[in-house]
């Protein structure tokens, strides 16, 4: 089993609608969870991260983690067309060396 | 003009060149990184260093090699290419724990590599 699975997709919506993005995770022992956003030909970049359970919100954006469920989602409130990318989430990890496991990223696209 | 730069921006190359992919940056941050990405797989680390002196292998060293220049410099060497090497290499830095918990880490534009 993966450490962080995400469905690739690619998903698409309309402008406006609400999506939904999602990761799920094996290790109980992950803390914060990060996502992070990829414009085509671009490095990511981080959007937002969360400790623990619970929801954080950054505009449009909102951050959700379920650790009873090991599931963490992210959600864009009226999505508009520069929202899409690849978002992809990312949870850091110190054991043995530290590194970020990335999920695979799945592909928005947010059409007029 | 951008933080972290990466050159090339594109490169094919054949089978069994050595090929060295360049990152530099502005940041003044201690760790440096380098991932790949491929379709499916997500990003997967490569090397990484926390400071000039110290070099680290992450997940898939093997077929790489890295070099640490100078604070702002790290680069990225396949010392005999093959095609299984296709994908976009990205480097990063980060000056985590000064910031707060997270590790966010700043990544560059990319460099697409393509092995025939």
């Known amino acids: 089993q993966k450490e962080v699975e995400q469905d690739p997709g690619p998903l698409s919506v309309p402008e406006g609608a609400i999506v939904s993005l999602n990761c799920t995770y094996s290790?109980?022992?992950?803390?914060?969870f990060m996502w992070y956003r990829q414009y085509s030909r671009k490095g990511p970049e981080l959007l937002m991260y969360?400790?623990?359970?619970g929801n954080k919100e950054d505009g449009r954006f909102t951050a959700q983690v379920d650790k009873s469920s090991k599931y963490i989602s992210l959600f864009i409130r009226d999505s508009q067309p520069s929202d899409s990318a690849t978002y992809l989430c990312a949870i850091p990890f110190s054991g043995g060396y530290n590194k970020l496991i990335f999920g695979a990223g799945t592909r928005l696209a947010v059409h007029p | 003009d951008a933080d972290v730069t990466q050159t090339p921006r594109n490169r094919i190359t054949k089978t069994g060149k050595r090929i060295m992919l360049e990152c530099s940056q502005t940041k003044g941050h201690d760790r440096m990184y380098w991932y790949r990405q491929d379709p499916g797989l997500g990003l997967r680390l490569i090397y990484y260093?926390?400071?000039?002196?110290?070099?680290n292998k992450g997940e898939i060293s093997d077929g790489y090699s890295v070099s640490r220049q100078a604070q702002a410099k790290f680069s990225l060497s396949l010392e005999s290419a093959i095609p299984n090497q296709t994908a976009l290499y990205f480097c990063?830095?980060?000056?985590?724990?000064?910031?707060?918990?997270?590790?966010?880490?700043?990544f560059g534009p990319g460099t697409r590599l393509t092995v025939l």
């Open positions: 969360t400790y623990s359970s």
């Open positions: 290790n109980s022992a992950f803390q914060y």
């Open positions: 260093s926390f400071d000039v002196k110290d070099i």
């Open positions: 990063a830095t980060s000056d985590f724990p000064q910031r707060g918990p997270v590790d966010t880490q700043y």
